[in-house]
């Protein structure tokens, strides 16, 4: 079975870096691609980061180009979500997807595997 555990939320203040994980549990993940949304209290799920599994692409939402960077680690079936100079903007719960289809990777509909999510709370 399919799943996707994220680890690496907290509360830190503006400036201030966290790392999130996400690892493909139970199976060799080989599909397209994997991705990090977010979504703060009241709004709709954004996109935030996504990469191409077999050709490394990488892909990013505008408000976090700069100071987010996305990666993968083949070995461990993880993909990894750094995140520096945090804003209190960026508070959000953090959620891990994966699809095993071609699709639009920065919408949500192109996802059919996602994680718990991890609070991210970035205070001023």
């Known amino acids: 079975q399919r799943q996707l555990v994220e680890s690496g939320g907290g509360l830190v203040q503006a400036g201030d870096s966290l790392r999130l994980s996400c690892t493909a549990s139970?199976?060799?993940?080989?599909?397209?691609?994997m991705g990090w949304f977010r979504q703060a209290p009241g709004k709709e799920r954004e996109f935030v980061a996504a990469i191409k599994w077999m050709f490394l692409g990488t892909y990013y939402a505008d408000s976090v180009k700069g100071r987010f960077t996305i990666s993968r680690d083949n070995g461990k079936n993880t993909v990894i979500l750094q995140m520096n100079s945090l804003k209190p903007e960026d508070t959000a719960v953090y959620y891990c997807?994966?699809?095993?289809?071609?699709?639009?990777?920065?919408?949500?509909?192109?996802?059919?595997?996602w994680g718990q999510g991890t609070q991210v709370t970035v205070s001023s």
């Open positions: 997807a994966a699809t095993w289809v071609a699709r639009p990777i920065t919408q949500t509909g192109g996802y059919d595997y």
């Open positions: 139970g199976h060799t993940f080989s599909g397209y691609a």
